[in-house]
């Protein structure tokens, strides 16, 4: 079956714009999770949706970051006047629900900001 | 602050080799932990998953899980060149989000 896909793959963009990265969970999956890893880095949690339920947005660094999941299916995470240290891969994941053990991850948006 | 700390390596191990992975945490509040391998430019995939004292093992690989001390590790047998990856460790508690070490880069030399 289809995994977790994200779009765009790469984006380059420039000091001060805004980007709009997508991710496509595992249908059926309840639990999609952003992280964001940043060269050389381990994955540091963004935000989490469960199902209905109020997203955990503990992790995003800042108010320039927001995201949005429309029920059980895709999520957008935006990033407005993006900073030099905004690149990194941002990456999704989705599992069957938050009790699940497994994570599946997405191949990650590489953004890149000049 | 919750932590998970690892060597970054690189940990170099021969083919056929046994590779030790290790891993501390600083949340006692942490109940599970994870395995995650991943290839240079892809993204992480689980190889094991422990939320009991002892030891789990799945083919080549055992977890083990010591939460008096707060330590985690990943024993490799038999290595092989395609282990040749960054593993990271993360725990997580009871919110069920994942905190990430930074990662063990290891390369099994053939």
């Known amino acids: 079956g289809a995994g977790v896909s994200q779009s765009p793959s790469n984006k380059v963009t420039e000091k001060g714009k805004d980007v709009e990265l997508r991710c496509d969970p595992i249908s059926g999956h309840t639990a999609l999770y952003w992280y964001r890893q940043r060269l050389g880095q381990g994955l540091e949690f963004l935000i989490y949706?469960?199902?209905?339920?109020?997203?955990?947005k503990s992790g995003l660094p800042s108010d320039r970051f927001s995201a949005e999941r429309t029920g059980e299916s895709v999520s957008t995470l935006t990033i407005q006047r993006t900073q030099q240290e905004d690149s990194a891969v941002y990456l999704c994941a989705s599992s069957l629900d938050s009790v699940a053990y497994e994570q599946y991850f997405g191949p990650g948006t590489r953004l890149t900001v000049t | 602050q919750k932590e998970v700390e690892q060597n970054s390596g690189p940990l170099s191990v021969p083919e056929g080799a046994i590779a030790s992975l290790n891993c501390t945490y600083s949340?006692?509040?942490?109940?599970?932990f994870f395995w995650y391998r991943q290839y240079s430019g892809k993204s992480p995939e689980l190889i094991m998953f422990?939320?009991?004292?002892g030891d789990k093992e799945d083919g080549r690989f055992t977890a083990q899980l010591n939460k008096a001390s707060q330590y985690v590790s990943l024993l490799i047998r038999d290595s092989q060149p395609s282990d040749s990856a960054t593993y990271l460790c993360a725990g997580r508690g009871s919110n069920y989000k994942l905190t990430f070490g930074k990662g063990t880069l290891l390369t099994v030399n053939p």
């Open positions: 422990i939320y009991s004292n």
């Open positions: 949340d006692r509040g942490s109940q599970s």
């Open positions: 949706f469960q199902g209905n339920s109020a997203p955990d």
